[in-house]
């Protein structure tokens, strides 16, 4: 038998070995031997950091009636300047080209978005995905059909099933589809996606996603009366990690694995780049797009304070300061930085570091990033920026009003169909949909963590707030119950919509579920690991919502 890696055997097969795959390049198949981890392949070529300046996303133009034309395609893309060929990657674009990461979208809130979303990757007849499918991992082969089916979901968006990017309704090349987004949120850092059923990790993996700002009124008095950095000193920041072959393309396994990690910090599309600041306060809109690694973030060695503004799903009531924040993947944070302050000065630089490891507890960390890119600090600035005291009012959800509670079990099992272990909420595949929810009300999920690894829990649909977590403990009945009370981050006091639900926790959220259908009867909703590699291999179900 040989050893899972989370302590429970399952007999040998074809994944106790590991067939690599650099995209566009040759396939080894190497033996894990027992116990093994994380397959990545070979080590990505070495890379010196902080020679090439961050890249800022370009915002998509609407079109005269208001909507937008958006095509994934595939693109040859620079990540670093010392690397030879261009990699190729796949992006979003319109008539002014496709980009990596993709172009941000900028929208109001209380008005009408409409895209019209195009599969453009290409239509050769019997062209297949860049990188090679798993066809062991549900849905990852589209019958006899080309396999780049792709479609996108609007993370965190208050959207209906038609235009949440539900994971089966795909688009293969040559095929489009429009999405009606009625935003009627608050402010908030967004982000688009592939979410394609079985082939998530490998799309956003290539490429596939980027920012989706909405504004409104609130925010924009802040920044006009000098309370929140104006646009020009607002940045947004996608942090990513990939792996590259030695001519600088994308590497992934071939065969799937329930994690991955790459070794070149990618930020904006850019591998480890800088930045020139002013003295003065930065806004960045911080997103951790990486299939599976978690990020906690810090400025320097010396952990120079800064502020965190809001998370998720818009501004915190008053602003945190604060040393270091964890993101894991699909979370955001809203920070400021002031380069002005803690003896910064023209001609100093500070780098933004991580000191989160790849894996939960691990002793030696088997695929580091400690560095994230660097800020160079040049010139003068008339800072006029206040940082008020108050920012936007949240209203607590009353856990009394909640009209049921819902226990969701994560771990990951031995599954008798593929012969293999693999993650599951509830001991469920995608297809068992037994949770019923009705329309309006508010309800408490409890996720109960019994793997050793983390999992951040992303709810189509709804925003909610984070009631509290404990360790997981078990009672003299077997029952898993909540036992110490390990407090939350400070800003998980605000409205989210992915949460961290670490090893052996029990982390309980409530949401109001409230729908946006006209008309219809029921709709259907996925919740998920924002594991990019979990989502793809089981741990993603949906929820039925049922209107009067």
């Known amino acids: 038998m040989a050893r899972s890696r989370y302590g429970s055997g399952w007999p040998l097969n074809r994944r106790d070995f590991l067939k690599t795959t650099v995209a566009g390049g040759a396939a080894l198949m190497l033996p894990l031997g027992f116990g093994a981890r994380t397959a990545h392949g070979g080590e990505s070529p070495a890379l010196d950091h902080f020679i090439d300046p961050l890249p800022i996303p370009r915002i998509f133009n609407p079109s005269p009636d208001g909507s937008y034309v958006i095509a994934t395609q595939q693109l040859q893309h620079e990540l670093h300047s010392h690397i030879g060929p261009m990699t190729t990657v796949w992006g979003y674009g319109d008539s002014e080209g496709a980009a990596f990461p993709g172009p941000t979208f900028e929208v109001r809130s209380g008005t009408l978005t409409r895209v019209r979303w195009q599969n453009q990757l290409a239509i050769d007849p019997g062209a297949s995905h860049f990188l090679e499918i798993d066809p062991s991992v549900l849905g990852a082969v589209h019958g006899a059909e080309d396999n780049r089916k792709m479609v996108v979901h609007l993370h965190g968006g208050h959207i209906t099933q038609a235009a949440d990017g539900y994971p089966e309704d795909t688009l293969l090349p040559g095929q489009e589809a429009v999405y009606d987004y009625l935003i009627d949120q608050d402010a908030a850092t967004l982000w688009y996606h592939d979410h394609a059923l079985g082939n998530t990790r490998l799309n956003v993996y290539m490429g596939l996603a980027g920012f989706f700002l909405v504004r409104d009124d609130f925010e924009d008095n802040l920044i006009a009366t000098g309370q929140l950095p104006d646009k020009a000193h607002e940045i947004p920041l996608v942090l990513q990690d990939r792996r590259l072959n030695k001519v600088g393309g994308l590497a992934y396994d071939s065969q799937f694995d329930d994690s991955f990690f790459g070794d070149v910090m990618v930020v904006n599309g850019k591998a480890w780049p800088y930045m020139q600041v002013e003295p003065r306060q930065y806004r960045f809109r911080v997103l951790n797009g990486s299939n599976s690694r978690s990020y906690t973030l810090q400025l320097g060695a010396d952990m120079l304070p800064f502020k965190i503004i809001g998370t998720d799903q818009g501004l915190l009531p008053a602003p945190l300061t604060v040393s270091s924040v964890t993101l894991t993947p699909g979370e955001r944070a809203d920070l400021i930085i002031d380069f002005g302050a803690g003896g910064l000065a023209s001609g100093d630089d500070i780098t933004l570091l991580n000191t989160h490891p790849s894996r939960h507890g691990e002793k030696v960390d088997e695929t580091p990033i400690r560095d994230i890119m660097q800020f160079r600090i040049f010139g003068s600035a008339s800072d006029e920026v206040i940082l008020p005291d108050e920012l936007r009012p949240i209203t607590r959800l009353d856990t009394a009003e909640a009209v049921t509670e819902r226990n969701f079990k994560l771990e990951d099992k031995y599954d008798p169909r593929v012969d293999d272990s693999e993650w599951f909420i509830n001991d469920m595949h995608w297809h068992e949909i037994t949770d019923v929810v009705q329309n309006g009300t508010v309800e408490i999920w409890n996720w109960v963590n019994k793997s050793e690894m983390v999992h951040p829990m992303h709810i ?28 939350l981050d400070p800003h998980e006091t605000g409205w989210k919509d992915t949460v961290r639900v670490g090893p052996h926790e029990f982390v309980q959220v409530i949401a109001r579920f409230a729908g946006r259908a006209t008309g219809l009867s029921e709709e259907l909703f996925p919740f998920h690991c924002h594991i990019l590699e979990h989502e793809d291999h089981e741990m993603m179900r949906q929820f039925r919502l049922v209107y009067d």
């Open 460 to 487: 189509h649909l709804v925003k909610f707030q984070v009631v509290g977590r404990y360790r997981l403990t078990e009672n003299r009945k077997g029952k898993l119950v909540p036992g110490a009370n390990l407090g």
